[in-house]
Each structure stands twice: as structure tokens, then as C-alpha cells.
């Protein structure tokens, strides 16, 4: 069965303390892996899309990665701007029946 | 601005009462989505769409039901046979070509049972 993993629930961090959010996916023929960034009470915001293991994209403060099993997010000196719940969510398939799997996010916050 | 419209934000139903989600897009996207997101859980997919006049049902699509008549357009009524309605709605759409591809979400409707 697909399914998406995503670690930890929750991550506090201190202004400038880098980390990293993980996604661990099992899935029938990846398509794509979307990571979205989702604030309280709105829609989530396209971040990056990662179609093949060892692709990379960068965002300011974020690095995607790629492998054959996971995705990490990468967040380097974060600033309290970055809280947020971040989505990771995955296409697999090529079918009609494709379908794309979300996992429950991750909640990060940055103390000032 | 191209972009997913969603109306309400806020939404409050009565008891055995449907109620009608909206949801428009000027993006040009053949394929719609609607989607439950509840606290500490992923979105879950009630219905999609990916052309007009045709709809599939999700992994939750009991009590809830969905039309597709102009592309722009796809609209979500959760009908009084949903029993637990109170939750956060996104519609979204697919752009399936392209560096960004991925969805676009609308800014969701909170429908809270009273």
C-alpha cells in the first residue's frame, strides 16, 4: 500500500538553529514528491517539486532532497518567519488511477 | 492574479442541513480536487475531477457530493448523510506539465457544525 511518512510531528527550533524535516514514502512508481509550506487557518503554498533521487531545489532558507526512499527538508538558520507546518506529499503512478498521497506534516516553530 | 477562489472561509450548518462549498479557478487546469484536512492528520481526498462533466469519488467521499459543469468551476455539497462535517476544506487544482508542477490550493472554508 502508498503511504507517506512524514518526522518529527513537531520540531522547535531557536532562531538560527538549522534542522532538517523528513519524508519517508513507499510508493508504486514516483512521479513526483511535493513539499508545501502551510500556515494556521490557510491553504498550503507550493514549495518544491522532486521528480528523480538526487534532485535538489533551494528556496531561501530551504534545500529539497531526494532519494529513493525519503525526502529531506532542509532548513538552514531559520528565522521565526519559517513556523509553519510543513506538507510533504507524493504522485505515484502514471494512470488514470494515479493519485497523490499526503502525509500529516511536520510543526515547526522558531523561538525568536 | 491567476489563482483558486475559495468561498466561504467560514461556514456553519445545522443539523441535517447541506451545505455548498465553492470553489473556482481562473488557472486554466483541467483537473480539480477537493480535499478534508483534520487536526494532526494529511489531507484526505473526498472527490476529483479531471474534466468537466466526470468526477471520481476519493478515499472519503461518503456524504459528500460534487458537479463539474464548467471547468472553471467545482463546487462540494456536504450533504446531511456526512456525520462528522466540522473540519478544514481545500479545493485545489493540478498543473500537470511544467517546472512547477504540483497543486495549487485554494485558502480553504471552515465548515463547523453548531
Known amino acids: 500500500e502508498d503511504q507517506v511518512t512524514q518526522s518529527p510531528e513537531a520540531l522547535r527550533l531557536q532562531e538560527g538553529e538549522s534542522s532538517s524535516l523528513n519524508c519517508s514514502y513507499t510508493v508504486s512508481g514516483l512521479r513526483g514528491l511535493f513539499w508545501y509550506r502551510q500556515d494556521p487557518g490557510k491553504g498550503p503554498e507550493f514549495l518544491f517539486t522532486?521528480?528523480?533521487a538526487g534532485e535538489e531545489k533551494e528556496k531561501e532558507r530551504l534545500k529539497a532532497t531526494l532519494t529513493k526512499k525519503e525526502s529531506f527538508l532542509h532548513i538552514t538558520a531559520p528565522k521565526p518567519e519559517d513556523s509553519a507546518t510543513y506538507l510533504c506529499?507524493?504522485?505515484?503512478?502514471?494512470?488514470?488511477?494515479?493519485?497523490?498521497?499526503f502525509g500529516s506534516g511536520t510543526r515547526l516553530s522558531i523561538r525568536p | 492574479d491567476g489563482g483558486i477562489t475559495q468561498s466561504p472561509k467560514y461556514l456553519f450548518r445545522k443539523e441535517g442541513q447541506n451545505v455548498t462549498l465553492s470553489c473556482e479557478q481562473n488557472?486554466?487546469?483541467?483537473?480539480m480536487y477537493w480535499y478534508r484536512q483534520d487536526p494532526g492528520q494529511g489531507l484526505r481526498l473526498i472527490y476529483y475531477s479531471q474534466i468537466v462533466n466526470d468526477f471520481q469519488k476519493g478515499d472519503i467521499a461518503e456524504g459528500y457530493s460534487v458537479s463539474r459543469e464548467k471547468k472553471e468551476s467545482f463546487p462540494l455539497t456536504v450533504t446531511s448523510a456526512q456525520k462528522n462535517p466540522t473540519a478544514f476544506y481545500l479545493c485545489a487544482s493540478l498543473s500537470g506539465t511544467g517546472k512547477n508542477y504540483g497543486y495549487t490550493f485554494g485558502s480553504g472554508t471552515r465548515l463547523t457544525v453548531v
Open positions: 506529499a507524493v504522485h505515484s503512478g502514471y494512470s488514470s488511477a494515479s493519485k497523490i498521497i
Open positions: 488557472l486554466n487546469h483541467d483537473a
Open positions: 522532486l521528480y528523480s
